[in-house]
């Protein structure tokens, strides 16, 4: 049973950081791709941040003030987030693919004041 949780989320001012976290419960098996997502009411779900191997990707709009990065594991992951706007506002949640499937967590909320 694969298990994906994200933590981390909260309220801050425009301009402040947070740190997500997504932990991967999978026992033997390895994560083989990961990304980090976001959707704001109304709004699709969009790609934020994801490895291309071991290459991280980021959407432009965050490119320059969020960072992703994993452990040596491979089994938890993180997305700091600096400068944050109120834009920036949305559920975050993190997409893992593990021998074919696809895995969801439940997601973690980022709220941004201005």
């Known amino acids: 049973q694969v298990q994906v949780e994200e933590s981390g989320g909260g309220l801050v001012q425009a301009g402040e950081s947070l740190r997500l976290s997504c932990t991967v419960s999978?026992?033997?098996?390895?994560?083989?791709?990961m990304g980090w997502y976001r959707q704001a009411p109304g709004n699709q779900r969009e790609l934020v941040a994801r490895?291309?191997?071991?290459?991280?990707v980021y959407a432009d709009s965050v490119s320059g003030r969020f960072t992703i990065s994993r452990d040596k594991a491979g089994k938890t992951y993180f997305l700091e987030m600096n400068s944050l706007k109120p834009e920036d506002t949305a559920v975050y949640s993190c997409?893992?693919?593990?021998?074919?499937?696809?895995?969801w967590g439940q997601g973690t909320q980022v709220t941004v004041s201005s």
């Open positions: 997409q893992v693919h593990i021998w074919g499937r696809t895995y």
């Open positions: 999978s026992g033997v098996l390895p994560v083989n791709a």
């Open positions: 490895f291309s191997g071991t290459v991280p």
